[in-house]
């Protein structure tokens, strides 16, 4: 927290409202994950729909999909 608050401080023109500018972020992550859940729910919904026998299938794949882009992110990000 406060390493975070003074490297932030360093990097910020005087003047700059760190607390605002914190929330904004915090914000904006949090509306990130409202978009990408509602579009998880959207296919879950859409795959239901289509097919109604195979619920669990249609479940496990948007899940499998989740994964395969969460360790894209990963690698792609590594070493953090």
């Known amino acids: 927290g406060m390493g975070f608050a003074n490297y932030l ?3 910020l023109p005087s003047g700059e409202n760190i607390g605002q500018m914190l929330f904004m972020f ?3 992550i949090e509306v ?3 978009i990408i859940g509602s579009i998880f729910l959207g296919l879950i ?3 239901n729909f289509i097919s109604k026998q195979n619920t669990q299938i249609a ?3 948007i899940a499998v999909v989740g994964v395969l882009i ?3 992110l990963a690698i792609q990000n590594f070493p953090f």
Do not use: P
């Open 9 to 11: 401080s360093i990097l």
């Open 26 to 28: 915090n914000v904006g």
């Open 32 to 34: 990130a994950q409202l």
């Open 45 to 47: 919904a859409v795959l």
């Open 59 to 61: 479940q496990k794949s």
């Open 70 to 72: 969460s360790l894209l």
